[in-house]
């Protein structure tokens, strides 16, 4: 008769649970997995797949209760490793995302809003494209299974335990998210530069020409230049994405090292 203890069946819960608060948790909010129309249970299935594959491979804290305070720090701190390492992923889309909405600006089409499919929220058109652009290269270029691959290979670099990803992490996570900046102007700057030197050129035009009705000229102008900016520039923020993403999962992989 095969009897089970109950410190067996802490340990094979603990193995199986606070790999998938981690997993769970990074899922809820990276790209594409933490879009609203993704439903929750599609989530938690998916991350109680991946840690039952990994479980095995993760050794749980011995002499830890799940349930005991101890316990309770170790599954807070799985959840804010996974958020941290979600979080840093969806930095970059937005910087995507951000920089469309500034090219938008500077074309004229600001008031050109529709409904984000990811989130629910309106976003400028432009952004929009740009968002749905770099999803389609995020997914093409398997971006989603190097997610993944990071998530198994953090337990080996950080594994769990209490101490998490301490202050050193959290400082690091805080200096990233300049990226959403740095991001988005590496996105703009160059539709940005050359919008401004149509609008520049009007400028003169309308000192030469001071009758010269601007808003009736200039506009569809700017528009029509703004759109051949963005389908010119194509390439090039996918190039840029490239970058982003490279260093991002880089960044991801010194974030699962860092302890205390």
Known sequence: MITITAGQLETWLAQIFWPFVRI???????????????PAR????LAGAIALTVAP???????????????????????LIGLALGFAL?????????????????MGLSFAFNVDPMRGTSTAAVGQLY????????????????????????????????TG???VGLWTLVGWGSQLF???????????TALLIVNVAFGVMSRAAPTLNLFAVGFPV??????????????????????????????????SASQG
């Not at 491979?57 to 959840?79: D, E, K, M, R, W």
């Not at 889309?93 to 500077?106: C, E, M, P, R, Y």
Request: hydrophobic share 65%; glycine share 10%; charged share 5%.
């Open 24 to 38: 769970g948790a990074c899922l809820m909010v990276a790209p594409g997995f933490g879009a609203i129309f993704v």
């Open 42 to 45: 599609v989530r938690i299935v």
């Open 57 to 79: 491979l993760v050794p749980a804290p011995q002499g830890v209760a799940p349930f005991s305070a101890a316990g309770f720090v170790i599954t807070a701190q799985q959840v």
């Open 90 to 106: 969806q930095i970059v889309f937005d910087a995507v995302t951000l920089g469309g909405q500034v090219l938008a600006n500077s």
């Open 131 to 162: 968002a749905l652009l770099v999803m389609l290269t995020f997914l093409a270029l398997d971006g989603h299974l190097a997610l993944i691959a990071t998530l198994i290979d953090g337990f080996r670099t950080l594994p769990i335990g209490v």
């Open 165 to 167: 990803l301490g202050s």
């Open 182 to 192: 740095a991001g988005a102007l590496a996105v703009a700057l160059p539709g940005v």
């Open 222 to 255: 700017a528009l029509v230049f703004g759109l051949v900016i963005v389908l010119l520039s194509l390439p090039t923020l996918q190039a840029s994405f490239v970058e982003l993403l490279q260093a991002t999962f880089e960044f991801m992989r010194d974030l």
